[in-house]
């Protein structure tokens, strides 16, 4: 059982790393697109692309909530960034693992690439 939604107890799972509560609901946004990817490969017939997307699924609620809550504060400043660029950027991703280029071994190491991509640094899992 995760321990995401029990409040006032500190965990990588609930709490960034000042202590505060990541809202749970950046999770379910991250799985849902992560499904929906799967969904279109499938529908595309590309299996190989459907079954690493439905291992992100499968690890989303693995990603450490710092990492969520990064990526999450990308697109809620979508004001001050190009919230058109953030779309760019994982799209270009899923296209990437649909190519066979990209085959990120879990939905933490996708977040990681995202937020390395958006912000320019050096990749962390080279």
């Known amino acids: 059982m995760s321990n995401r939604h029990e409040p006032h107890q500190w965990n990588e799972k609930a709490h960034d790393l000042r202590g505060n509560e990541v809202d749970g609901w950046y999770w379910v946004l991250l799985e849902d697109t992560f499904r929906e990817s799967a969904t279109t490969f499938h529908a595309a017939g590309n299996d190989r692309a459907a079954e690493i997307a439905e291992r992100l699924v499968a690890t989303t ?47 933490t190491v996708f977040v990681m690439e995202f937020i390395c991509r958006v912000t320019g640094a050096t990749h962390a899992l080279a």
């Open 61 to 107: 609620d693995d990603v450490p909530a710092q990492l969520v809550q990064e990526q999450q504060d990308f697109w809620n400043c979508a004001a001050d960034l190009d919230l058109e660029r953030l779309g760019d950027v994982h799209d270009q991703m899923m296209e990437e693992i649909a190519r066979g280029k990209y085959t990120p071994e879990d939905a």
